[in-house]
């Protein structure tokens, strides 16, 4: 494997130790990740550090439109000389050999656009509920299977909150299965597939950290095939709103922390559930527009008709 140019920005120890993390990311639960510290040697991650772009420069508008606490940039090459080696590194077939070599997962390929990667930055406040991504490439015909995450915040406590969680079933679990504290030149791997539930917990620094936020540089690859039995259906990314806490049982006493919980979770189901009938009602109105939309009309007409 010519890991020359691989070897330029990764941890030469993280290249020797390849099959020991390939043991790893197979047998991690609840789906196949890596937790790996000091991945990138340490000058150049300082470096990305550096050079992170300011909040303001990304893009920071939710998706309803409005001034949100994330903001992402995927124009990599724009941040300066750190960031166009980095690009030039992950899509050198060294690097790309050496992640699959850790993975298991042969003929990766790298995403030229950064779609939903390169820079994200979270203020406090910021949390992300779990959710399984995309599953192919928003404009080619690949499969999505690796998310690749490396964390640069050189002053982190878990207890603030922030920390990557991985979960079996969001639908039933309150708490993960893992939670991996997003410190400086920590990186994880992890498969992306139809059970890769991922999210992290609300940011909440103290005050005397108040200016702080979560860092990271995301990458994803991709694969032209994946095993039939792994495939899906094209589907967007797909969230699952975060259950009670366990504490929350029968017999025990609310208490006011407690009922703000409630309600905030209420009025975050709310919001998703407002999201999907706004969606709904977009989608609807442009089924309707145009001759397709006249010809649809009509054919609803007719089958109505028939139907009587």
Known sequence: MDERTASTIINPDV????????AAF?????????????FLD??????????????????????????????TLDKVRSLGPAYERLDDAIKSPGFLEAIGRITGIDGLLYDPWYLGGGT??????????????????PSERWHRRLNLIVYLNPEWDAAWGGNLELFRDP??????????????????????????WHAFDQIAFPARHAELSRRSV????????????????????????????DHLAEGHTLSAAD????????????????????????LLKAQDKGFGGHLLYLAKRAYVRIRR
């Open 15 to 22: 290249l020797s130790a390849v099959n020991g993390l390939q």
């Open 26 to 38: 197979r047998s991690a639960d609840p789906f196949p990740h890596v937790v790996i510290d000091n």
């Open 42 to 71: 340490d000058s150049f991650a300082r470096e990305l550090l550096a050079a992170f772009p300011s909040f303001e420069r990304g893009n920071y508008i939710g998706d309803d439109g409005k001034p949100g606490a994330k903001s």
């Open 120 to 137: 994200h930055d979270n203020r406090n406040g910021a949390s992300l509920d779990p959710h399984v991504d995309f599953n192919f490439h």
């Open 171 to 196: 639908y039933t679990q309150a708490t993960p299965t893992q939670a991996v504290t997003p410190v400086f030149n920590r990186c994880v791997i992890f498969e992306t597939s139809e059970r890769s």
């Open 218 to 245: 995301a990458l994803y690859f991709y694969t032209k095939d994946r095993p039939e039995e792994e495939t899906a259906d094209r589907h967007t990314t797909y969230y699952v709103k975060r259950q009670l806490p």
């Open 259 to 282: 009922v703000d919980v409630i309600r905030g979770l209420i009025a975050q189901r709310d919001g998703h559930i407002r999201l999907l009938y706004d969606e709904n009602t977009s």
